[in-house]
């Protein structure tokens, strides 16, 4: 027998196991110490609304019987050595799951990737936060699992339009993620778990048959008049397929320059672009749970959503947070020696001091008057200029300019800047000389905003740290809305957030699987 049950719990109710057990027995009239009963979370979040923390949970308990599998259904992967083959440029979640998607409908996959594998990216990494030394193809945004890897493991997505969330999340179950991504409603893997299931991926696509190959970047495509037949790699080694599915990511500047030079059709696309904000964990815990000295054991670090509109010059633009990072850390995200970017990440536990999040303000074509003779390369180049002058001011290495917040909005040097997460270091700057006047203007007025929104947030007890310039591509690729083709060239599949059709791990998923059943759905038919 089964019983479904809809509960508003305590923090230790929810998140005790035996005293989840307990709880939901008596709930049942059924004697706590029966051995012939399963009890477990399906659906779980944090109500934190009122004075009192209550977590929502919905939950099953079977009785003498067994608890069926969370998982629903696990995708068969077909041996696909001899198939006919599909290139995937860019090896982060859209690439792989172009790959895993294409292994379930029979076609081999070959994933070019620029950058290392997990296990091998971490040099580099490494080099970046103590020599501040950028490798072009392997840094935090380049490399296996892409930015994702990398980063807080954030799951959840509105974009439901184009994919199956659910069939994402069990995938990921299957390969290492724990159940607990099925359940929560803002889930998280980790970036300490993350290279282990990208690892489990690749392994997944070569026992299946599919091809993937690391430090091979692609520096050309192989055109026959209006289709794509292939790419050129750095080795000058041309590759060949049924078509290519172009997942490269948002930072691929040398992919948007080639795209422009073969006269490939790319547009300017908006973009958001501030910084980083920095307070620490158990600050924003006292806001967020209304307790007066630390969340408890029981709670997760807590987070923050934060979006406001502001006036400059007549325009009115959104600034909002992106990508909070509870229990977090602060990384050096540049993808090219001369220029600074920040990025945010969080281990699974979130058991870092410090709370990071992006506060970025919408920027719009029209803001960007002196940019418009690079064409659609105009929000690029522009967000190339603010990291260009961040490195110079931040003492042109990966050291970053920072600045107190409440300095920041009066208009006043710090003298001193707090303790921080991010380890290359940081410099004390007035962040106004790094940011245009319509970013800093506008981040000034919604940090205020957000102090009233939420009491204590505007303090100087924090620090902005930039910048805060990749949140999604600076260009789009248009593609045509039902066949995800290219609007030009033939064959030619663009996917992902480099793209312009994705913004985080899941969604850029959903939209590699659906680029290589459009691909393959239209090719194969007219090859085999």
């Known amino acids: 027998m089964k019983k479904d049950f809809n509960l508003q719990l305590s923090p230790e109710q929810a998140y005790d196991p035996q005293l989840f057990q307990e709880t939901i027995l008596k709930k049942a009239g059924i004697p706590i110490d029966s051995t012939d009963v399963v009890a477990r979370q399906v659906k779980r979040s944090i109500d934190a609304r009122g004075r009192k923390v209550k977590i929502n949970v919905q939950a099953e308990l079977f009785i003498k ?9 696990i995708p068969t992967y077909q041996n696909v ?14 690439g792989l799951f172009a790959a895993l998607r294409a292994i379930e409908l029979g076609v081999r996959p070959i994933i070019l990737e620029r950058g290392k594998d997990v296990r091998a990216r971490r040099r580099d990494l490494a080099a970046i936060t103590k020599h501040h030394l950028v490798n072009p193809d392997s840094n935090y945004c380049f490399g296996e699992g892409g930015a994702g890897t990398y980063s807080d493991g954030k799951l959840y997505t509105r974009s439901k339009k184009r994919g199956d969330v659910r069939r994402i999340m ?9 159940e607990e991504i099925l359940v929560d409603a803002h889930p998280h893997i980790g970036t300490n778990k993350l290279p282990k299931l990208v690892a489990d991926l690749r ?11 690391f430090d091979c970047r692609v520096d050309d495509f192989i055109l026959e008049g209006n289709e794509i037949k292939g790419v050129i790699t750095q080795h000058q080694e041309k590759i060949k397929g049924l078509g290519v599915i172009l997942a490269t990511g948002h930072s691929a500047r040398d992919i948007f320059h080639l795209l422009h030079h073969k006269k490939i059709t790319i ?12 307070h620490s964990q158990n600050l924003i815990d006292r806001i967020q749970y209304h307790c007066e000295v630390d969340r408890g054991p029981y709670l997760p670090a807590s987070a923050y959503s934060l979006v406001t509109q502001t006036s400059y010059k007549g325009k009115q633009r959104g600034v909002f947070s992106f990508c909070m990072c509870p229990g977090g850390y602060i990384v050096p995200a540049a993808t090219a020696p001369g220029e600074l970017v920040v990025n945010g990440m969080s281990p699974s536990r979130r058991d870092s001091k410090f709370a990071n999040s992006g506060i970025v303000v919408s920027v719009e074509l ?3 008057p002196a940019y418009q003779h690079f064409g659609p390369l105009a929000a690029m180049e522009f967000q190339a200029e603010v990291e260009r002058k961040a490195w110079e001011l931040g003492g042109k290495t990966q050291v970053a300019p920072a600045q107190r917040m ?7 040097n710090s003298s001193t800047l707090l303790d921080t997460s991010y380890q290359p270091g940081l410099a004390s700057v007035e962040m106004r000389e790094v940011l245009p006047d319509f970013i800093a203007e506008r981040l000034a007025m919604a940090f205020k905003a957000f102090g009233q929104k939420m009491k204590g947030y505007y303090t100087n007890e924090s620090q902005l740290i930039g910048v805060e310039s990749r949140t999604s591509s600076p260009v789009r690729i248009p593609r045509d809305r039902e066949s995800f083709e290219h609007v030009q060239i033939k064959r030619l599949y663009p996917c992902g957030e480099g793209a312009g059709y994705a913004g985080g791990i899941v969604s850029a998923a959903m939209d590699g699987e659906r680029c290589a059943e459009k691909l393959i759905e239209t090719y194969r038919r007219k090859v085999n």
Do not use: M, N, Q, Y
Not at 81 to 94: F, M, Q, T
Not at 267 to 278: D, Y
């Open 267 to 278: 547009e300017a696309k908006p973009f958001a672009l501030g910084v980083r904000i920095e």
């Open 81 to 94: 050595s001899s198939k006919d083959p599909i290139l995937i440029v860019g090896a982060g979640p859209a």
């Open 170 to 178: 069990e995938i990921l179950v299957a390969h290492g993620a724990t």
């Open 65 to 73: 019987e067994k608890a069926p599998s969370l998982i629903d259904h």
């Open 406 to 412: 409440i300095d920041f909005v009066t208009k006043k």
């Open 203 to 213: 392994t997944t696509i070569l026992d299946a048959g599919g091809e993937i190959h």
């Open 366 to 368: 029209e803001d960007l």
